[in-house]
């Protein structure tokens, strides 16, 4: 069991979602319309990753100001607070 384990941690990413990829499809042609069970994991994972876009986006938007020089970053830390500020807003 232990070496199983050790061999699913040793594998690259790329691989495994590849697997996970073709087991899905696999299982979604065998099983058809009773695979809905399984909906409530996919939409967990997207509201998983849309979690994840704002504090990424904000943390990014951090990293490039703090690497700015001090006499750019008022005409473009404006800039970049108003995008941030409109692609954030939901109508």
């Known amino acids: ?44 994972l997207l509201r998983l990753l849309q979690f994840l876009i704002i504090p990424l986006v904000l943390f990014t938007l951090i990293v490039g100001i703090n690497m700015t020089r001090s006499r750019h970053l008022g005409r473009m830390g404006t800039k970049v607070f108003l995008y941030y500020v409109t692609s954030c807003v939901k109508f």
Do not use: H
């Open 1 to 44: 069991m232990k070496r199983l384990i050790n061999g699913y941690l040793n594998t690259s990413l790329i691989l495994m979602i590849t697997v996970a990829l073709i087991l899905g499809i696999i299982t979604g042609i065998l099983f058809g319309e009773q695979t809905a069970v399984l909906a409530p994991l996919g939409d967990l």
